[in-house]
Every structure is written in C-alpha cells, then in structure tokens.
C-alpha cells in the first residue's frame, strides 16, 4: 500500500506539467466564478435576519433557524463545489490522458461545467449526509460541555485547567473519536461517489449507494492508503516549511545591515515558498486522483471528450480569469504600497488597563496604561446585586480569585474583600475590583474610556446607568461604548445616539460596515485590506484585538486600522514613534516578516479574549 501511494505521487509528478497549470487555472477560474456566487449567497442569507451583519452568537442563532439553516447548507454546499470541481477537473484529465495541459485542462473542464448541476447537487446531498451523521454526535459533545463546564466562567475553566475541564476534554474527546470513525466508515464508502456523477452520469442521489456497493471490502485498504497519501503531503509540507523559516533566518536583518537587501531576499525566499506551496498543492491533489482512480471501474470506459467549439469558451474563461487576477493583484499592489507609504493614525487602546504588566481590569492597570500613554483605557463593566456598576470581564470571580460568586448576586461589600491582584503578583493583593466611577475619575483629562458592556443574562438597567454616571460627571466627549451584544449597541444609539459606540466581534459574516455605530472592533484573525477599506468607506473607524506583538503591530497599522487594542500600550506606542521615522520599505519587510511567520518572543497573555 505504500508503494501504491508512493506510485501516485511519482505518477501525479511525471505529470507535474499537466497538473500544476491546470490546478492554477481552475482555481483562478473558481475566484472569477464561484468566489462571487459565495458572497452573494453570504450576502442573501444575511439578510434574511434583518441585520447586515451577524456576529458570534447570532450567527449560531440564525443557522439554528430554519432559513439560517437552509442558507447555511447552501453556503457551505457552495465551498464544497469549489474543492470538488478543482478535484473533478484533475480526475477528468487523468481519466483523459492527454499529455497537453491546455487539452486536457479545457476538455475536463467542459465535462465539468456540462455537470455543474449535477455536482452541486453531489455537494448540498454530500453536506446534508455529514450534517446528519455528526448532528447526535454534536448534541452528546454540548450536553458534556453543558454538564462539565457551565458553575463557572468559561475563562476559569480555559485558564486553570481543573478536574471538570480534563474530565470534559476527555469525554468530547472521545465522542470526537467515535463520529470520526463513523466518518471515515462512511467517507471510505462513497470514495467513489463524485467518479460515478462525473464519469458514469450518475445521479447524486444514487451515487452514494452505488460507491458503497464497489467499495465493498475495498474500505480497509483505502483508509490505509488515504492515511499515508495524507502523512506524505504533510512530510513535504513541513519539510518545505523548514527550508523557507531556514532561510528566512539567513536573511541579514541585523542592525546596521542593508534593509532593502533584506527586502528582496525576502520577497524571493517568499516567492519560493509559495511557487512550491502550490506545485506541492498541484502534486498532492493530482496524486490522490490517482489512488482513487486505482479503485474506480467505470461501467463507461470511454470518457466523454466535449467537442473542440466547446472547449475554447472554457479556455477563454479561465484566461479571462487570470488576466482579472493579474489586474487584481497589481491593484492590490498598489493599495499596499499606499498602505505602507501613508502616515499612521492607530490610536492605542490598553485592553482591560495594561494586562502585560498588571492584573487585569484593576485600577493599578488603569493607572499603568494611562501612565504609559494610551489613548484609551478599555474596561468591562457589570451590574452588582445592588446595582452599581463594577469593572469587571467574567460573570464570576474564579479566575481571579478562586472565589464562586457570580457578578450578579455580588454586593459592593463582597467585592471589596475579594483579592483579585495576587494571582498576578503578591505586591498586588490590595487590588480589589474596581467601579466604573473610579476609572473614570482616574481617566478625567488624560485619556479617553472604551466601556465594554459585558452581558450574561442578569442585566438591570446597565445602560441607563452608565449614560448616568458619565453624564453625573461630565465625560460624555471622552468614553466609547461597545458590545458582542448588537441589540445593546443599537440601544445605546437610541438612548443616545450622540455617543461613539460600535460593535465587537470575535467572528461575523455578511457586511459590517452597514452595522449601526462609528466603529467595529474585530479580532486580528478578521482583519483584511478589503475589510479595512469597506469599513472606512462607511465612515467608520476599525479596531483590532488584542495585539501584544510588535510586529503584528506594525503589519495593523500598516495596513490602516483606526486603532491598537492591545495589553502592552507602552509597547504599542514605540513600534508607532519608530515607523514614524521607517521608510516604506522598511514598513513594508516588516509587514512581510509578520505575512510569513516571523515573530517577536513576548510573553503569551493569560487572556485575550475581548
């Protein structure tokens, strides 16, 4: 069985220039295609919840209901598409022979798009059967999560680790194994599924019982061989790697050295890196074609070659594709260098004060983050039991003190014996947590308050008193408001829609620049140009969380974020002053160094969730 899948991978790079061109054009193919048709699906279903954007735990809502559900089906069939017409059109030149990539490439891809409805079809069947299977298996992971992991805040449990996270680990765990071996019991199955649809002309719904039956007792042997046909990509892969980060680190980038020259190495090294990504991509895929193709025996032995008139319009398209990712890159280019040219306007932001170097949400960290010169200080903010207002990020206090009580039933007076400063240091056990007045008096005519109005389904009034007590004091032009709860961002506009608020988001699909409010703040993993620029362009500002390295810094405000919410505000603050006095090129090595892996060491953060 390794000799079959070494021969598959021998095979797919004799056939390299076959298979490389070939892959490349149908995946610029499936950008100027199937790309705009998932967004525009994106999009529709979006819309259906009346909102342009759904964020975190709306989404999970609105895919719970049955529009979202249907929408989510027809999104996720839509991907699949994707990956299975780059497979399908690899497998159909195979099946082909042709020695030519442009024959076999446009006569594969004519078969292909003569299918197209039928492979959909093999896809929304394909996700609908993987939904159904996975579906009770999912239920039995939330009731353990549910039965292990809800007395406390879910930040205790991902910080500490204790007996209920391990049991709960162990379990979900093991209800993972066993809807993975369900999977691979039935994937192996209907290996042959897409072969029959593509190449047999069968029906998506009779495909997959039609694969099982050929499958039969062939199973064992193809998990085997997908096993090893998976470990060998990922061998090269991370040998690829190593070659790419071991000349990355031979790049002289040391002071006093020439930074342009690091500037073309890099790109080179980069550009390397990249062309054998995609000739490993090109190999992998086409090495797979052939360990399938091993155990397929078509009824149909000669396979459907399209005629000559109809190959060329697949051809045209897919030049036409490339010509629109070439004026698209050169585009993009140039956005970058504008990027990188334009002078910086991220304001810093010290997440919960200055994390880094002080307990969280403490009037030390407070103190700490204006000290080192933040433009904005961001809390959290809770209703105690008697209804005053608390800094405080969890619904409980057993991260910080180990102490079961939730916010909700706490009174002022309990909060003030609990010691939330000695888990980050003895000389902070006099910190204790402190109240939104506090803050703010400290903040007064030194720098501004992002307020984070945490929700956990025990709020009062929350947004009336704290409209109250900044009005009591004066500070309406120097705080922010923000949530993850849209409907509490919409209810701080109506209550007063003077005040800078936004919305915040760990995740989100559809377009948030058409969100109420004058900022988002969206998780670094979010960030794009394209998500930058829409937000802008709405007139709104962006701010990314949290961003502790230096590097990673430099690449946000490169690319134009409106602001730095980060731990480290004395660190963010420096890596702004030494881009001030950094060239383009300068600015632009260090937004690669940070594209391609490269990272400062600094201290992982306990927490950086918003």
Do not use: C
């Given at each position: 069985?390794f000799?079959?899948?070494?021969h598959?991978?021998?095979?797919?790079w004799a056939r390299?220039?076959?298979?490389?061109?070939?892959?490349?054009?149908?995946?610029l193919?499936?950008?100027a295609?199937?790309?705009?048709g998932?967004?525009?699906a994106?999009n529709?279903?979006v819309?259906?919840s009346d909102?342009?954007a759904l964020?975190?735990q709306d989404?999970?809502?609105?895919l719970?209901?049955?529009?979202?559900?249907?929408?989510?089906?027809?999104?996720?069939?839509?991907?699949?598409?994707?990956?299975?017409?780059?497979?399908s059109?690899?497998?159909?030149?195979?099946?082909?022979?042709?020695?030519?990539?442009?024959r076999?490439?446009?006569a594969?891809l004519a078969?292909?798009?003569?299918?197209?409805p039928?492979l959909f079809?093999f896809?929304?069947?394909?996700?609908?059967?993987?939904?159904?299977?996975?579906?009770?298996?999912v239920?039995?992971?939330g009731?353990?999560?549910?039965?292990t992991?809800?007395?406390?805040?879910i930040?205790?449990?991902l910080?500490?680790?204790?007996?209920a996270f391990?049991?709960?680990?162990?379990?979900?765990?093991?209800v993972?194994?066993?809807?993975a071996?369900v999977l691979?019991?039935?994937l192996?199955?209907?290996a042959?599924?897409?072969?029959?649809?593509?190449?047999?002309?069968?029906?998506?719904?009779?495909?997959f019982?039609?694969s099982?039956?050929?499958?039969?007792?062939k199973?064992?042997r193809?998990?085997?061989?997908?096993?090893?046909w998976?470990?060998?990509r990922l061998?090269?892969?991370?040998?690829?790697?190593?070659?790419?980060s071991?000349l990355?680190?031979l790049?002289?980038?040391?002071?006093?050295?020439s930074?342009?020259?690091?500037?073309?190495?890099s790109?080179?090294i980069?550009?390397l890196?990249s062309?054998a990504g995609?000739?490993?991509?090109?190999?992998a895929l086409?090495a797979l074609a052939?360990?399938l193709?091993?155990?397929?025996?078509?009824?149909?032995?000669?396979v459907?070659?399209?005629?000559p008139?109809?190959?060329r319009?697949?051809?045209l398209?897919?030049?036409?594709a490339a010509?629109?990712?070439?004026?698209i890159?050169?585009w993009?280019?140039q956005?970058?260098?504008?990027r990188?040219?334009?002078?910086?306007?991220?304001?810093?932001?010290?997440?919960?004060?200055?994390?880094?170097?002080?307990?969280?949400?403490?009037?030390?960290?407070v103190?700490?983050?204006?000290e080192?010169g933040a433009?904005?200080?961001?809390?959290?903010v809770?209703?105690t039991?008697?209804?005053?207002?608390?800094?405080?990020h969890?619904?409980?206090?057993?991260?910080?003190?180990?102490?079961?009580?939730?916010?909700?039933?706490?009174?002022i007076?309990?909060?003030?014996?609990?010691?939330?400063g000695?888990?980050?240091?003895p000389?902070?056990?006099a910190?204790?947590t402190?109240t939104?007045?506090e803050v703010?008096?400290?903040?007064r005519?030194?720098?501004?308050?992002?307020?984070?109005l945490?929700?956990?389904?025990?709020?009062?009034d929350?947004?009336?008193r704290?409209i109250?007590?900044?009005e009591?004091l004066?500070?309406?032009?120097d705080?922010?408001?923000?949530s993850l709860?849209y409907?509490?961002?919409?209810?701080m506009?109506?209550?007063?829609?003077?005040?800078?608020?936004?919305?915040l988001?760990?995740?989100?699909v559809?377009?948030?620049s058409?969100?109420e409010?004058?900022f988002?703040?969206?998780?670094?993993?979010?960030?794009?140009?394209?998500?930058?620029?829409?937000?802008?362009?709405?007139?709104?500002?962006i701010?990314?969380?949290t961003?502790n390295?230096p590097?990673?810094?430099?690449?946000?405000?490169s690319m134009?974020v409106?602001?730095?919410i980060?731990?480290?505000?004395a660190?963010?603050n420096?890596?702004?002053?030494?881009?001030a006095?950094?060239?383009?090129?300068e600015?632009?090595l260090?937004?690669?160094a940070?594209?391609?892996g490269?990272?400062v060491?600094?201290?992982?953060?306990?927490?950086?969730?918003?």
């Amino acid at each position: 069985m390794f000799q079959a899948v070494t021969h598959a991978y021998a095979e797919a790079w004799a056939r390299r220039w076959v298979f490389v061109p070939i892959y490349v054009a149908v995946r610029l193919l499936l950008v100027a295609l199937i790309a705009p048709g998932v967004a525009v699906a994106v999009n529709l279903a979006v819309s259906l919840s009346d909102q342009t954007a759904l964020t975190d735990q709306d989404i999970a809502m609105f895919l719970l209901s049955p529009a979202g559900f249907i929408a989510g089906v027809a999104v996720l069939s839509l991907f699949l598409l994707a990956e299975v017409f780059v497979f399908s059109v690899m497998a159909g030149s195979l099946r082909m022979g042709e020695g030519d990539p442009w024959r076999a490439g446009g006569a594969a891809l004519a078969l292909n798009l003569s299918r197209f409805p039928a492979l959909f079809g093999f896809a929304v069947r394909f996700i609908l059967r993987v939904l159904l299977l996975a579906l009770p298996f999912v239920a039995i992971a939330g009731l353990i999560a549910w039965w292990t992991l809800t007395e406390y805040d879910i930040n205790y449990y991902l910080t500490f680790h204790p007996p209920a996270f391990q049991v709960a680990v162990v379990l979900i765990g093991l209800v993972g194994l066993a809807l993975a071996w369900v999977l691979i019991r039935r994937l192996s199955g209907w290996a042959l599924a897409l072969h029959l649809v593509l190449f047999e002309g069968a029906s998506p719904r009779g495909a997959f019982a039609k694969s099982e039956q050929k499958m039969e007792g062939k199973r064992g042997r193809l998990k085997i061989e997908l096993a090893l046909w998976l470990g060998m990509r990922l061998v090269i892969a991370a040998l690829i790697a190593a070659m790419a980060s071991l000349l990355f680190a031979l790049v002289p980038v040391q002071e006093g050295g020439s930074l342009r020259l690091a500037l073309i190495l890099s790109l080179i090294i980069a550009g390397l890196w990249s062309l054998a990504g995609l000739v490993l991509a090109a190999t992998a895929l086409g090495a797979l074609a052939v360990v399938l193709d091993a155990f397929f025996e078509a009824e149909t032995k000669e396979v459907p070659h399209p005629e000559p008139r109809r190959v060329r319009v697949p051809v045209l398209v897919t030049v036409a594709a490339a010509l629109a990712a070439l004026g698209i890159g050169l585009w993009f280019g140039q956005s970058l260098l504008e990027r990188v040219q334009a002078p910086d306007h991220a304001e810093v932001i010290g997440h919960r004060g200055a994390a880094a170097l002080r307990p969280e949400n403490t009037m030390a960290s407070v103190l700490k983050a204006i000290e080192d010169g933040a433009d904005w200080v961001e809390i959290d903010v809770q209703e105690t039991a008697d209804d005053v207002i608390i800094v405080a990020h969890d619904s409980d206090f057993m991260k910080l003190a180990g102490v079961n009580l939730k916010v909700w039933d706490a009174t002022i007076q309990d909060v003030a014996d609990i010691d939330i400063g000695s888990w980050f240091g003895p000389e902070y056990a006099a910190e204790r947590t402190p109240t939104l007045r506090e803050v703010l008096e400290a903040a007064r005519g030194k720098s501004k308050v992002l307020i984070e109005l945490k929700y956990y389904g025990h709020d009062v009034d929350l947004e009336n008193r704290v409209i109250h007590l900044v009005e009591e004091l004066g500070m309406q032009g120097d705080i922010a408001t923000m949530s993850l709860k849209y409907p509490a961002v919409q209810k701080m506009k109506k209550l007063r829609p003077d005040w800078r608020s936004g919305v915040l988001a760990a995740t989100a699909v559809g377009d948030l620049s058409g969100l109420e409010g004058e900022f988002v703040a969206v998780n670094a993993g979010m960030v794009t140009p394209g998500l930058i620029r829409k937000v802008q362009d709405a007139g709104k500002d962006i701010y990314v969380w949290t961003v502790n390295d230096p590097l990673q810094m430099s690449r946000m405000a490169s690319m134009g974020v409106d602001g730095l919410i980060t731990d480290r505000p004395a660190m963010a603050n420096e890596v702004l002053r030494v881009r001030a006095e950094m060239g383009p090129g300068e600015r632009l090595l260090l937004w690669l160094a940070t594209t391609f892996g490269l990272q400062v060491d600094t201290e992982a953060m306990r927490d950086e969730s918003p």
